[in-house]
């Protein structure tokens, strides 16, 4: 079975800071990356994807990240978060033709104004 | 805000009762997926309906059961509640066929067994 790891289950910054969140996988084959963002009272909602072509993927409101095939891996990144970044971050990963998501546990971010 | 949406917001049980959530789906999709978010975790997919069949299934004991209507919108059944069953349940709309497999959420139903 396939399975997603997020390293930092809760990260505190301040504002300005540069942000990183890891995420691993275990699958072999063909797989489609997303991270999805849950703002504190509201529904999970899709920052950047990748499902194949240039490994660095921009999304939403500043954020990238980086599919790195050979370390199975698709960490998160934003150059200066915000205050308004607060949230959980969860990564999941779908296989090519598959139709189940598998979720890592989250990574709560606070930004400190 | 996705054009998903889930019936009802909140709900709580009591230890053995059943329950039943619904969600309808964006509009052009059809395909809905289901899943449980317990406290503090990433969510846990149940299963997915497409063309009105069960069509993927992750971990999950038989009491949990869905059905999907010809609108394409969906309910999860849940039988013989147990207190672990607390959590909120998440349905995700996608379309099959579509050049990549984007899901995308509706709010949730909060769960709460007593």
């Known amino acids: 079975a396939q399975s997603v790891s997020q390293h930092n289950h809760h990260v505190i910054l301040s504002e300005a800071a540069s942000l990183e969140l890891g995420c691993n996988y275990s699958?072999?084959?063909?797989?489609?990356l997303f991270w999805y963002v849950q703002y504190p009272g509201q529904h999970l909602q899709l920052l950047l994807k990748?499902?194949?072509?240039?490994?660095l993927v921009k999304g939403i409101k500043g954020f990238e990240a980086e599919f790195i095939k050979s370390k199975f891996s698709f960490n998160l990144r934003k150059p200066s978060v915000q205050w308004s970044d607060t949230a959980e971050y969860f990564c999941?990963?779908?296989?090519?033709?598959?139709?189940?998501?598998?979720f890592g546990t989250g990574t709560s971010l606070t930004v400190i104004p | 805000e996705t054009g998903v949406t889930q019936s009802p917001t909140h709900l709580i049980k009591t230890r053995g009762q059943q329950v039943t959530l619904r969600c309808s789906s964006q509009?052009?999709?059809?395909?809905v997926s289901w899943y449980q978010q317990a406290l503090g975790q990433g969510p846990q997919f149940i299963f997915q309906?497409?063309?009105?069949?069960?069509?993927g299934r992750g971990n999950f004991p038989p009491r949990f059961s869905g059905l999907q209507f010809p609108n394409y919108s969906s309910e999860l059944n849940v039988n013989a509640l147990e207190l672990d069953d607390s959590a909120l349940y998440l349905c995700?709309?996608?379309?099959?066929?579509?050049?990549?497999?984007?899901?995308?959420f509706g709010p949730g139903t909060r769960l709460t067994v007593l």
């Open positions: 995700a709309s996608s379309r099959r066929g579509s050049s990549y497999n984007e899901q995308f």
């Open positions: 699958y072999g084959g063909t797989v489609n």
């Open positions: 990748y499902f194949s072509g240039d490994p």
């Open positions: 999941a990963v779908n296989a090519g033709t598959g139709n189940q998501f598998y």
């Open positions: 509009s052009g999709h059809n395909t």
């Open positions: 309906y497409y063309r009105e069949e069960e069509n």
